[in-house]
C-alpha cells in the first residue's frame, strides 16, 4: 500500500486547507485510516481518525473534519482556522487491522507527508 498525501501549504492564520492522502495498492475502505502531524521539534501527535463506524479526533475537533471518499480511495482533512500551532508536517497513515487507535506504532502505512505552514 503507497499513501500519498498533498494539499499543503503557506497560509496566513484564518485560513482554511484541505489535505488530501490517495491509497494504492489495495482498497482501504474497511480499514481505519488517520492523519498525525510532527512541528518541528516535537514527537508525532495524532490528529484524526476515520473508521466505517464514525471519526475520532485529538483537540482539532470543530476546525478539523476527516472524511473519505471510499470510490477515490481518498482521506481527506478539511482544516479551517488554521493557527500558527497547527504548523506541522502532516502525514497520512492506514491500519491493516479493524478498531481506529491514536497510537501511530498501531498504523502500518504511511505516506511520506505535506508541509503545512500557518502565519500570524
Not at 498525501?5 to 492522502?21: E, I, K, Y
Not at 490517495?22 to 485510516?33: E, H, I, Y
Not at 482521506?75 to 481506529?100: H, I, K, V, W
Amino acid at each position: 500500500v503507497q499513501l500519498q498525501a498533498s494539499g499543503g501549504g503557506l497560509v496566513q492564520a484564518g485560513a482554511s486547507l484541505r489535505l488530501s492522502c490517495v491509497a494504492s495498492g489495495r482498497t482501504m475502505s474497511r480499514f481505519p485510516m488517520a492523519w498525525f502531524r510532527q512541528a518541528p521539534g516535537k514527537g508525532r501527535e495524532f490528529v484524526a481518525a476515520i473508521w466505517n463506524s464514525g471519526s475520532l479526533y485529538d483537540g482539532v475537533k470543530g476546525r478539523f473534519t476527516i472524511s473519505r471518499d471510499n470510490a477515490k480511495n481518498t482521506l481527506y482533512l478539511q482544516m479551517n482556522t488554521l493557527r500558527p500551532e497547527d504548523t506541522a508536517f502532516y502525514y497520512c497513515a492506514a491500519r491493516n487491522r479493524d478498531g481506529a487507535t491514536m497510537e501511530a506504532s498501531e498504523y502500518d502505512y504511511w505516506g511520506k507527508g505535506t508541509q503545512v505552514t500557518v502565519s500570524s
